[in-house]
């Protein structure tokens, strides 16, 4: 599944609400991107919880995990490719 969530809102209340999404400027001094975001399906599978990782591309082309979403209320967006 990776490469496959484009956005993520998490919180109970939407209009409240964090959003990241790929693409996004986190840090406008160097730059870094949301590269990607991630389920991990490991997680899920061995302990049965719901877990998204955040990945930043920095100005020298490396990825960086920058934040873990653990058991938080979420809206995931999908990227569809038609």
Known sequence: MD???RKIVIGKNPKDAMA???GMVV???NNSKVS???FDERSFE???RSR???YL???DGSQVLWKAIDEMPCIVEFDLNF
Do not use: C, H, R
């Open 46 to 48: 061995t302990k049965n």
């Open 27 to 29: 840090n406008k001094d």
């Open 52 to 54: 998204y990782f955040i």
């Open 3 to 5: 490469g496959l969530i």
């Open 20 to 22: 990241y999404w790929v």
């Open 36 to 38: 990607a975001i991630i």
């Open 57 to 59: 591309q920095e100005k």
